[in-house]
């Protein structure tokens, strides 16, 4: 998860931020950038969102940043 970090300091925001804004403590995510603690699913949908990037990139499944073409949905997480 080093891309989780890599992606926060890139745009340097703190912990603490993007731990508020997943309605979590800055303790979980620190152990979401540690590998401590396994990242749920929809966290890392929202994580992606954030970023505007793919959740493969931030998992390290590839180094293309930029998101694949999303589909509009009614209900966005």
């Known amino acids: 998860m080093n891309r989780l970090k890599e992606a926060r300091e890139k745009r340097e925001i ?3 931020d ?6 979590i403590t800055q303790q979980t995510y ?6 401590k603690r ?17 959740i493969d990139y931030l998992a390290g499944l590839t180094d293309e940043e930029k998101p694949y073409p999303r589909k509009e949905t009614k209900n966005e997480i």
């Open 14 to 16: 703190w912990q603490k």
């Open 18 to 23: 993007i731990a508020d804004y997943l309605k």
């Open 30 to 35: 620190s152990e979401y950038e540690l590998e």
């Open 38 to 54: 396994k990242i749920p699913l929809w966290l890392m949908i929202k994580l992606a969102n954030y970023y505007n990037t793919s």
